[in-house]
């Protein structure tokens, strides 16, 4: 680690990225992520990278596809309208078992909507978001320096289990700056051997004595019952990830809380500003935050009801879409209740305080 | 006992897919004798379409990666930018090149992406059932053009060819037939030309195939190719639109 810079969290993130080994970036401008495209236009030559500033995001995320079937570290990145053009991409990425990286930066919507923060595409993240059964593992940074350390950890999950990573960011922690450390950069020889690891399958020249069949990056299987053998082994790894992956933090958590929340990126921070209001009041509150939304900490959630929790409270940048899972998770045992902010707007702690305080 | 032809190292030795009196194998067949001749086979990777092509990632004996539709040129440039040191070819249909892939198309050529692209023109979709494609040509009757392609409503065929001449990174344009034994001859000499400056990354190679489709064009397959002779060669000429190596060019 060295010291601390200030930087916005769509530069930092950028940075952190070509530190982890991403030497491959293709994207399309778009508010409110321009500053990471930009700052990969800048940096990428410098680390002998490609940068591509391509015609769609559609093509984007196929030129991700290519570099990714050859077992390359490759990342692009959009906001909200972007996204949604890179589904189809992603959906083939999954099918054909590839290792990617994808960071959105989350704007208001539906449609155009504004550039301003939101976190309404949860559900495309999380519960697919292209076509046919398929999950991305997704994480949700709440700072600038979580922002920047997901980028490393996003392409470690993506090679360990050749998956989509999606970070889910927004256009509040894009554009804010804050104090970020960053860890030490891979050398151009460990980002050579990173390539190498996935030689059992990705393309690669066949030679050196391989003498080897040809590879094949294909998600087409015409055959239903291969297809199906397929898909269900999808699933097995899908099971894998939930079973080894989840990641959340607890503010708050204990044994006396009254009230239990919910929120995730840039919602927790106004939320635990409002728990530190609500402590100097004598009041318990707790908060899970989950980090990976998908997999999703069911459990954590269903844990941390202990017997004084009279409700649960749920803070969304949208009109309320994690709160399906916080449902799933707390099963009825007590009411859930959902506050939302939509079109760009973000709530103030005296909000949330105030329906935490509810009865 | 001295042998005079083989199958080609670079096609796998399974069955084609294709139909009676359809052009793909023979197609397929230059690319891979071009892959041998050039020693190329370890270094290059393909890419297949969506279309009656699809499977050719199962043909081609060299890596390959199946690209989403119209997508190849997208998925070839992030392998090649992958791996430089490797040779990609795209092969892909009319449908997918010149209608759902038209942007990813004519950018790739533009940046002058060292890649060679096989465009098979057959007028038509074929792995669909015969419906129109933006090279059906005018009056020409496919499943969703039933009273004929009428050029003042849906517009006149695309010309690959031609509209990519108008840029100025391509290195080489081309357009052959493959619809009789000499003309297939001339379309090797092509593809092997197209397959040099590949292998020599110089840069960005088209070469369009005019193909044949009995099945959809409801036309018996022997003939086939005296249709298309009559048919798609008044409208799509054969001949070279670029080359930069006769122009003495350096790329």
Known sequence: MGEKVLMKGNEAVAEAAIRAGCRLYFAYPITPQSELIEYMSRMMPKVNGIFIQAESEVSAINMIYGAAGCGKRAMTSSSSPGIS??????????????????????????????????????????????????????????????????????????????????????????????????????????????????????????????????????????????????????????????????????????????????????????????????????????????????????????????????????????????????????????????????????????????????? | MQVIAQRPKSLMEVPFTYCPGCLHGVAHRLIAEAMDELDMRNHTMGVAPVGCSVFAYKFFDCDMA?????????????????????????????????????????????????????????????????????????????????YGRDVEDIGHPIKMCELLSTLESPYLIERVSLLSPQDILKAKKVVNKAMKINKENKGFTFVEFISTCPTNWGVESEKAREWAKENMLPIFKIGNFRDKSREGGQS
């Open chain 1, 85 to 359: 053009l890179k589904q189809e991409g992603i959906s083939y990425i999954a099918g054909a078992n590839l290792p990617a990286v994808i960071v959105n930066v989350q704007r208001g919507g539906p449609g155009l909507g504004d550039i301003q923060p939101s976190q309404g595409d949860y559900f495309q993240a999380t519960k697919g978001g292209g076509h046919g059964d398929y999950r991305s593992i997704v994480l949700a940074p709440n700072s600038v320096q979580e922002f920047a350390d997901m980028a490393a950890m996003a392409f470690e999950l993506a090679d360990k289990y050749r998956n989509s990573v999606i970070i889910l960011s927004d256009g509040l922690l894009g554009q804010m700056m804050e104090p970020v450390e960053f860890a030490e950069a891979k050398t151009e020889k460990e980002v050579e051997e990173l390539g190498k690891q996935h030689y059992d399958w990705c393309m690669h020249p066949n030679v050196d004595g391989e003498n080897r069949h040809h590879h094949e990056i294909n998600s087409l299987e015409i055959d239903p019952n291969v297809l199906e053998k397929h898909v269900l082994k999808l699933e097995e790894k899908y099971k894998k990830i939930e079973a080894n992956e989840v990641k959340y933090e607890e503010y708050n958590v204990n044994e006396d809380n009254e009230v239990l929340c919910v929120a995730f990126g840039t919602a927790s921070r106004i939320v635990r500003s409002a728990i530190d209001q609500l402590k100097e009041e004598g009041r318990n509150v707790g908060l899970i935050r989950p980090i990976t939304v998908w997999p999703y900490p069911y459990k954590a959630i269903e844990e941390a009801l202990h017997d004084k929790v009279k409700k649960v409270c749920v803070f969304e940048l949208n009109l309320g879409q994690m709160v399906e899972d916080v449902r799933l998770a707390v099963n009825g045992k007590v009411p859930v209740e959902f506050m939302g902010k939509v079109g760009g707007l973000v709530f103030t702690p005296d909000e949330v305080k105030a329906k935490i305080e509810e009865v």
């Open chain 2, 66 to 146: 199946q690209a989403a539709h119209g997508r190849a040129p997208a998925v070839a440039t992030g392998m090649k930018r992958a791996r430089p040191d490797m040779h990609v070819f795209t092969y892909q249909g009319d449908g997918d090149l010149a209608a759902i892939g038209t942007a990813e198309i004519i950018h790739a050529a533009n940046r002058g992406e060292k890649m060679t692209v096989f465009f098979v023109n057959n007028a038509i979709y074929g792995m669909t059932g015969g419906q129109m494609a933006p090279t059906t040509l005018s009056n020409m009757k496919t499943s969703t053009s039933p």
